[in-house]
Every structure is written in structure tokens, then in C-alpha cells.
């Protein structure tokens, strides 16, 4: 009876270890749950794209931290057209004694305006590093598609910034948007 206990518990821990890469490789395939991927055709937009100055957005930023950080955007909001190129700096403080690796995650209230919201520069895009005691000014590079429904007139954008463990995972791939 031990043994079967033993083995079923072994089997147990194996099957939870192995669903992480498996959850992975579902959510790499099917496009679920990757929100820090760069826009390859966000520069091209941007470029080729006509401002809409009959209409303005109000762009709200927010910052969240998950552990020992300082993060917070520079500006708390602006006001856009769509269509038009514009630039926010973010601030982040590694608040220990010690090197961390740490990721952020955009998300987007209405949640329609994520599909509208081209960013063409963001640290989101990567993990990143800071040294003890470190600061540093990241930039998002974003356009808003002039295509975005006419009721959306505010747009938030929060990050939630945390320490991951281990080396910096590789940049996310390049996903051409249509």
C-alpha cells in the first residue's frame, strides 16, 4: 500500500511539474495569454497613418509593483488623436541590495482598446534588469488606430511590473498584426 502511495505521489508531482510547459506550448500556439508581444507592423502604421483631429483620447497610465520596486509612469494621463505618434516614460526602481530580473504586463480598460493600442517601443516587450539600488526611464512608443470605436474616449493602461526568477527569458517574437 505505501509503495502505491508513493508511486501515485510521484506521479502526482510529475504531472503538476510537466503542466507548466505544456501550458506554455498551448498558449504559444494559440496566441492565449502572450500580451508582451512586439507589433512588427506598428512603425509602418504609424508612419503611413492619418491623425484624426477630430477626435481626442485620453490616455490614462497606471503602474503597479509586485515586490520591491518603485514603478510609476512619469504622466499620469494625456490627451491624443488618434493616429498619433505619441511617447510616455515610465519609472522603475529596483528598491533592494540586490540584481533582480523583473517583467511588466500591459492591460487595457475598455478591453476593445488592446486591439487598437499600437505600441512600437515598451519594456513590456522583454524582462528587465535592474542592479542594486538601480533606477532607470523606460519609454512606450504607442499609436491609437483612428479605427477605434467612436464611444471609446478614455483608454487606460496599466502595468503590473514583478520580479520573475531565473535569466532573462529571449525578447518575445515578432507578431505581424493586421
Known amino acids: ?17 510537466a503542466l507548466v510547459p505544456l501550458y506554455r506550448k498551448i498558449c504559444e500556439i494559440t496566441g492565449v495569454n502572450d500580451l508582451t ?3 512588427a507592423g506598428a512603425a509602418a502604421f504609424a508612419k503611413s497613418t492619418q ?9 490614462e497610465f497606471d503602474g503597479n509593483a509586485r515586490g520591491p520596486w518603485r514603478f510609476k509612469p512619469v504622466s499620469n494621463a494625456l490627451k491624443v ?10 519609472e522603475i526602481a529596483n528598491q533592494q541590495n540586490r540584481a533582480m530580473q523583473a517583467q511588466a504586463i500591459p492591460s487595457y480598460v475598455p478591453a ?3 486591439q487598437y493600442f499600437r505600441k512600437i517601443e515598451c519594456f513590456c ?9 538601480e533606477a532607470k526611464q523606460f519609454p512606450v512608443v504607442f499609436v491609437i488606430d483612428p479605427k477605434i470605436p467612436k464611444n471609446v474616449d478614455t483608454i487606460t493602461l ?21
Open 51 to 59: 491623425v484624426d483631429t477630430s477626435r481626442t483620447i485620453t490616455v
Open 81 to 90: 488623436h488618434p493616429g498619433e505618434l505619441t511617447t510616455v516614460v515610465y
Open 1 to 17: 500500500m505505501l509503495g502505491k502511495l508513493v508511486v501515485v505521489t510521484a506521479l502526482m508531482f510529475g504531472f503538476g511539474y
Open 125 to 133: 516587450f522583454k524582462q528587465q534588469a535592474l542592479a542594486p539600488n
Open 158 to 178: 496599466s502595468y503590473t511590473f514583478f520580479e520573475v526568477g531565473g535569466p532573462p527569458a529571449a525578447a518575445a517574437p515578432t507578431v505581424p498584426r493586421g
Open 37 to 39: 508581444q512586439t507589433d
Open 112 to 114: 476593445v482598446a488592446m
